[in-house]
């Protein structure tokens, strides 16, 4: 089963810190799974993201940057997972 969240960040950033903790709380509740990228490991994130860290995608669509509220990732992870 593949992750439908991904956080897209980098390493030291202290509001990913903060994002993955919301991430993973939303995580525990509903038995979703996540997975991390970084920008320096990926040129075509770093040319999308660069400036936007952290960011949430849910099913590869971004639901969240900066920041993220827990009811908003609920929301995305609501809708039904495309095939």
Known sequence: MTAR???VGK?????CDVVRAVIEQV???TG?????????DDLG????????IPVTLVDG???AHWTL???????ALARPAPS
Do not use: N
């Open 69 to 75: 509220e827990a009811d908003a990732l609920r929301a």
């Open 27 to 29: 995580c525990a509740e």
């Open 45 to 52: 994130l770093a040319d999308l993201y660069w400036e936007q």
């Open 11 to 15: 390493p030291g950033c202290h509001l």
């Open 32 to 40: 979703e799974s996540f997975t991390e990228a970084s920008i320096y």
């Open 61 to 63: 669509d971004q639901v």
């Open 5 to 7: 969240i991904t956080l």
